[in-house]
């Protein structure tokens, strides 16, 4: 007598969510929305999920905030840097840093969206945290090349004002500003500039 086999049905087993994920998401919340758009529900329903899945790794919304501005900061400084300094030449450097900034800004609104919600008392200290880190990255650049130290400080506050200069108005006015191969000419004329001696 032949036992004839069930095949059982198995769903398919979602990869169990991490707290990145959490955060990556409420990033791309505050990009569409800004910082009230970082709501538990939505972000579980856009993540497939529950929101048990949510308490499993933050205990507030205010803990979530935190994680998603700490990621910000990990992916769009440190990583950016980290990125950069596999250029041994400085010049090239502050051009590929600037070229690549630029673009990542101009890709989504996050960094507006944070600007524009400042007075949000983690996102000012977000934002304070990382503009320091890059203000103090760019003057080591300028340092690099052979600027004294107060000097260098002036001109990367400079190339970074022109940087968020630049960044609003390409999400507030997107046709002023330069693209394609004219992007990279203007970028290439402002550096120059700064670089100049």
């Known amino acids: 007598m ?3 086999q069930r095949q059982r049905k198995t ?4 990869p169990r969510l991490s707290a990145d994920d959490w955060a990556d998401a409420a990033l791309t ?3 569409e ?3 009230a758009a970082v709501a538990v529900e939505p972000l579980a329903v856009r993540l497939g999920t529950t929101k048990g899945s949510f308490y499993w790794h933050f205990a ?6 935190e994680a998603a501005l700490d990621r910000w900061a990990q992916l769009h400084t440190e990583g950016m840097i980290t990125h950069v300094e596999a250029e041994p030449d400085v010049r090239k450097r502050i051009r590929l840093l600037f070229a690549e900034a630029i673009t990542a800004a101009a890709s989504g609104p996050l960094e507006v969206s944070l600007l524009a919600t ?3 008392p983690q996102v000012v200290a977000a934002l304070r945290k990382v503009t320091e880190r890059r203000l103090a990255y760019v003057a080591e650049l300028f340092a690099a090349l052979g600027f004294p130290e107060a000097e260098a400080r002036r001109r990367g506050l400079l190339a970074y004002s022109v940087y968020l200069g630049h960044t609003q108005l390409g999400h507030a006015v997107p046709s002023v500003v330069p693209a394609g191969e004219e992007l990279g000419a203007y970028l290439d004329e402002g550096l120059d500039l700064l670089m100049m001696r």
């Open 2 to 4: 032949a036992m004839v």
């Open 11 to 14: 769903t398919p087993v979602k």
């Open 29 to 31: 919340a505050i990009g």
């Open 33 to 35: 929305g800004g910082l």
């Open 60 to 65: 507030n919304r205010d803990a979530l905030v």
């Open 118 to 120: 400042a007075e949000h």
